[in-house]
């Protein structure tokens, strides 16, 4: 009855086909161009290679690399579970993103009457589908291909949701993405996790280790969305300066906790070795603590410490936090994403705050009302329009002063935070249904399951088992 | 005998040094840099960052990674020919480029008695080389690497002549190359593989299968194709929104057929399980299905539904046809070449025509006239000079009706498949001379006979052994 | 005793904390934006979208993945060191550019007392990074992470300080790096290891080898290093068509070189076989050897034949020359960079000069005095007002003839290899201290000394032991 339980023939297509048909007809209803993309919009004052394609499709390229080769990689890090994290990334991400182009249309590219389509929208679909891939690395390993796909179906509308009602509402900055993108998808994810727990996997699971290879593939990962990380942050900035200052940020945040996490990996290890989930996960950690402040005047050493805390924080949680989560809290974080998005999240909302608090016209100049979009002067104030003249096309702002925006930033997480965690759990309920063919606990990790395997899938194991025969014979 | 007949040493280099000669001698005869490229073009109207390599190489370097990387990895999906997937891919694409810079040079940038260099006549050259490397698949572990070399010669002409003739006498529209590129190398492909008929491999080879690494290693190659293969389809379109659509087209036929096929891999599967063959291969079916249209204001739900269709029957030929070619009419078609360009380019061809059929000046504009610029009105017309107040520099057309360039289309598609398949067989005759090398039927999908292999090259099939040795005793 | 020697647990986190620490302290008291990235500097001139980062982010991103991936992937061929390889080129290169920042800064982007950052900075610390890593070359796999970032520290000022003196006082033109980059890297790393003999290596050592999966991950190195390396030689050059040449001639050299290293290895294998070593390294001669004149008027011809001539010349240099420099000189070059950079820069360094000799207004017009920038007159030349109406913001230069530019660019060779080789000589006595933790001989390229490793990680010789035993039996 197990295997029957698990088996995706008729569920797995069936939810895709019906998937299909929907997300097909919405867009055949609602999907049109944008109007950098429809040849209607084209007139003889059109100059093309001011397209916006051209400033917005070089991010995306980058950003592409990091979904697709990146995440696919970083998750290929078991053992015997290499197709899986790869293939079940590349799956999800796909419907993720080909779900978010509609449902965060409708929230943010919705105007008579049609979701209007560049690439921009893209862009955000790849944000939206980030977030459902964070989430996935709590629970890797232990979802079948359908559970992700009904995980994905439900969480990019919740994420929808919060994104408009942050950034319509509480108004914030977040660059980088530290609330909306890294602690939305870290507590969804941990949400989820916690009712999917399988007690049994607390005394840890056979199959739950790396291999030689799939380490060197998963740093290959690692590897992939460091390089490409400063598009990432930068990717929804203001052009010109802000984004400049969002890719040198993240540059050297990343790079102060690369060797920070090199030196607390070997501190920490009773050999003084270095351990490679360090290698492939705590070296990313200076990208998402230099996130909410990532575009401001905070200077360059402040983003290397900045890269510093995160890095730390993250190894610490890692060695202490996930342990206790897993044993006193239920929570079996499979990847440790509270510690690589959540803690470093929540420095980097605090970082943000700060910059914000000590954001003045000295250091910003007039731009400074572009940068913090909200602070600027209402549409009534004089000194609006004594602004404009100098950085023409500002908009009226809601004149918040640098402390009620620190208090909107802080409204942000508490919203973030609450709604992902809500969202997590009731998604968590829905993919306990049997229907969606949740793998038994000894079949977790494990590719055969969902793949036809090639014949020396499981070799490394049955060396040593030889090994072991022959010693003890 | 037999490995005398297959050893490189003498004619393997030799065939290189008499190439490099006339091709350096080619060269230095007759090839000098474009406009863009030759310092004494430079004015002082001239502005640095105008130049076209700005606008030319992204796209080249996406297409490079392509190339290299994705065409690489995908084809190094054997067990024990991992080395020669990846490395003869190399090896061919790069002697398959410098060849075709001279042979397409001569037909599309030569004047004043020269042919005029710069990054997009790479670009060209590159898709060339995909055509060179799509057939490539279809022999792929059954050729010696001098064979490579002789069908990269002899196919690259066959090609430009093609694209010769289908662009300046039929004049069509194909912007993502579904007719001069994909159904062109696969007929190309599969004329040579029928002459190179191996009776004894049609029972299967004992080597012709896969790895749990390899199998790895291919899917990230198929990551590395589709995340640029945006970039491919709209490499050669106008700039503006034309590129702009093209690059939302192929991302989202892409993406509808990554899921199709998940879905499709799981219910052809009799234990319900995923292929990795499919998510290698059949993935990839939307971004050829959207080709001949990508440009062209179809819908996205169009692009979406050809990526469905596109899937469908790539995956139904993985099942059903390829082994009906290969049993009956002596195909043996070693990566399914004629499915995921074959079927899927003539599905794009079609849809190509009926995008052609419905166009009309109320969705496009004028800019009608700048899509299908054989439907402009003739240098003679008085509505040209109207059209041409809309759209400043609009090239007089060839009044064309849309009838009228389907039917050219048509006849594209039939020369180029007839073209195609003649210049495969007749290579294919080539390529059975005894002193190309071919490999013993034994000796294919092997790596040894070409390469010098580390102690660990079989590993896993020694295990095999080992072990059924040990469960037999 | 051994053991505790190479312990890192103490000694290394000490080193990188100190250096953060220092590091930071400078950061924040002498580094801060560029004018193109501080908010401070925009006004209601400035056009975002011209900003510098648009310019230069798209090189320094193609430049990220060939330091973070080629090298990183390209590093980790040996068999039991694919962690060391690709781990401690990540571990080293984030360190040589965080503190290039700072080195180079000192030197090149210093006023009003500040380095000002931009992404500009980070391609040209990116370039310095590159020098450390090839110098890694000529140690990888007998050094420990400790002595990889002592190495880091001391190579990076040793490289500024000749930059400074040769950019500044012979003022030279290296477009692609070859004096500068090349054959600085390669004879520090010469210094050092000649200093870090290791007389029992010399008979060869057990582990000193390649898997199947490593060669294959270091060729997958090779092609991405091959894929942007356009972008890596023409990265510093003007913009405009000296880029655009710069762009043509790496690809058509490395495009010579790859087909001719394929040649060459089967031609001086016995059995006529393809060695990968060369394919992973040999391909790559050509972009070294077009490096000097890469900008110039040269033909696409030459960089043709200077691709074939750099890959012959590092072709037999791997098969003859580093085994007599290992024998007789002391100088173990485990990547052996001596052939990949040092020959390769030496034939381009000539090449370069053969440029410059040959340079003239009929073939270069104006742009001469551009390229050539020390040869336009000086200021109080008249002949400098008539250039400058043609070639809007020449500045003055040197009025030196084309002979003595000559004559600087041998200065120029010869300080870069002097001052690097003595560089890395003191360098190599340093790594000598013992609290450095040198591996000792028989856990030379072998990742158990620094990582927890997985069980699996010796499995391919462990096959091979049994499979011995069972022969034997």
Redesign the interface.
């Given at each position: 009855m197990k295997t029957r339980a698990t088996?995706?023939?008729?569920r797995?297509?069936l939810f895709?086909?019906v998937?299909?048909v929907i997300?097909?007809a919405l867009?055949?209803a609602f999907?049109?161009?944008d109007d950098?993309?429809?040849?209607?919009?084209?007139?003889?004052q059109?100059i093309?290679?001011n397209?916006?394609?051209y400033?917005d499709?070089?991010v995306f390229?980058?950003i592409?690399?990091m979904i697709?080769?990146g995440f696919?990689?970083l998750l290929?890090f078991f053992?015997l579970y290499?197709?899986g994290g790869?293939?079940f990334n590349?799956?999800t991400a796909?419907?993720a993103?080909?779900w978010a182009i509609l449902v965060q249309g409708y929230f943010q590219f919705y105007y008579d009457g049609k979701i209007h389509?560049?690439?921009i929208n893209?862009i955000n679909a790849e944000f939206a589908c980030a977030v459902v891939l964070i989430s996935f690395g709590a629970v890797l390993g232990k979802t079948s291909?359908l559970q992700l796909l009904v995980m994905a179906l439900l969480e990019v509308p919740v994420f929808a949701v919060t994104e408009w009602v942050v950034l319509n509402y509480l108004k914030i900055n977040d660059a980088g993405g530290s609330i909306l993108i890294h602690l939305f998808a870290c507590y969804f994810g941990l949400g989820v996790t916690f009712v999917l727990h399988r007690p049994s996997l607390n005394e840890g699971h056979a199959k739950e280790?790396?291999?030689?290879?799939s380490?060197?593939?998963s740093?290959?990962g690692t590897?992939?969305l460091?390089?490409?990380w400063?598009?990432f942050n930068s990717a929804l900035t203001?052009?010109?300066?802000?984004?400049?200052?969002a890719?040198?940020h993240t540059?050297?945040g990343?790079?102060?906790s690369?060797?920070?996490a090199?030196?607390?990996s070997?501190?920490l290890?009773k050999?003084?070795?270095?351990?490679?989930a360090d290698?492939q996960n705590v070296?990313l950690a200076g990208g998402v603590t230099v996130g909410a402040s990532v575009d401001m005047?905070i200077?360059?050493?402040a983003a290397?410490?900045l890269g510093?805390l995160g890095c730390t924080a993250c190894m610490l949680g890692y060695k202490y936090l996930s342990p206790f989560l897993a044993k006193r809290c239920r929570i079996q974080d499979q990847c440790g994403i509270h510690n690589l998005h959540g803690l470093t999240g929540l420095i980097s909302c605090a970082a943000g705050i700060w910059a914000i608090l000590v954001a003045d016209e000295e250091?910003?100049?007039p731009?400074?009302y572009e940068?913090f979009a909200h602070r600027a002067p209402v549409e009534s104030d004089p000194q609006l329009e004594k602004l404009q003249?100098?950085?023409?096309g500002l908009k009226p702002g809601l004149g918040r002063t640098a402390q009620e925006q620190a208090l909107f930033q802080v409204a942000a997480v508490f919203s973030a935070i609450g709604l992902a965690a809500l969202g997590g759990l009731l998604t968590g309920f829905v993919l306990r249904l049997p229907y969606f063919a949740s793998p038994s606990d000894d079949l977790c990790f494990d590719d055969r399951l969902?793949?036809?395997?090639?014949?020396?899938?499981d070799?490394?194991?049955?060396?040593?088992n030889?090994?072991m025969e022959?010693t003890s014979a």
């Open positions: 088996n995706l023939r008729v797995f297509p895709v086909f998937s299909e997300i097909v867009y055949a999907v049109t161009y950098q993309a429809d040849a209607k919009f084209q007139t003889n059109t093309p290679m397209n916006a394609v400033r499709y070089p390229t980058d592409q690399v697709f080769l696919g990689c290929a053992r290499g197709f790869m293939v590349f799956l796909t419907f993103i080909q389509l560049g690439v893209l291909p280790n790396s291999s030689y290879q380490d060197i593939l740093v290959m590897l992939f460091w390089v490409f400063p598009s203001f052009k010109g300066d802000d984004q400049h200052r890719i040198l540059f050297i990343l790079s102060a690369t060797i920070t090199f030196a607390l070997t501190l290890n050999n003084g070795k270095i351990t490679m290698v070296t005047m200077s360059p050493a290397y410490v510093m250091v910003y100049g731009s400074l940068i003249m100098m950085i023409p969902y793949f036809e395997v090639p014949r020396d899938y070799s490394p194991l049955q060396i040593n030889i090994m022959d």
